[in-house]
Nanobody, 122 residues
Framework: QVQLVESGGGLVQAGGSLRLSCVASGGTFSNSARAWFRQAPGKEREFVAYSNWRGIRTYYADSVKGRFTISRDNAGNTVYLQMNSLKPEDTAVYYC???????????????WGQGTQVTVSS
């Protein structure tokens, strides 16, 4: 059974940093693209960051470009999201995804984690 488990969320002041992790199990993810999305209360889930299976191609939402970095470990099972210079508008539940089915920025992935809450206070 495929499972994605996120961790690393929490409460941080504006300007601070957090590092999210997403561990995949139950499948072969070393050659799978991975992505991060987020969903704030009352809003739709939105794309945050993407990494192709080798980690060579990465894409970011304009709102996080230059502040967030997606990376993955050598085995490819764990993907990270380093978030720096956090802003209150970054507050959301962050989800990792695998099993890309369409364009990288669409929420059409086969597997999702349960989400981890990130709250940025002003």
């Amino acid at each position: 059974q495929v499972q994605l488990v996120e961790s690393g969320g929490g409460l941080v002041q504006a300007g601070g940093s957090l590092r999210l992790s997403c561990v995949a199990s139950g499948g072969t993810f070393s050659n799978s693209a991975r992505a991060w999305f987020r969903q704030a209360p009352g809003k739709e889930r939105e794309f945050v960051a993407y990494s192709n299976w080798r980690g060579i191609r990465t894409y970011y939402a304009d709102s996080v470009k230059g502040r967030f970095t997606i990376s993955r470990d050598n085995a490819g099972n764990t993907v990270y999201l380093q978030m720096n210079s956090l802003k209150p508008e970054d507050t959301a539940v962050y989800y990792c995804a695998a099993g890309q089915r369409s364009d990288y920025y669409t929420a059409e992935y086969g597997y999702w984690g349960q989400g981890t809450q990130v709250t940025v206070s002003s």
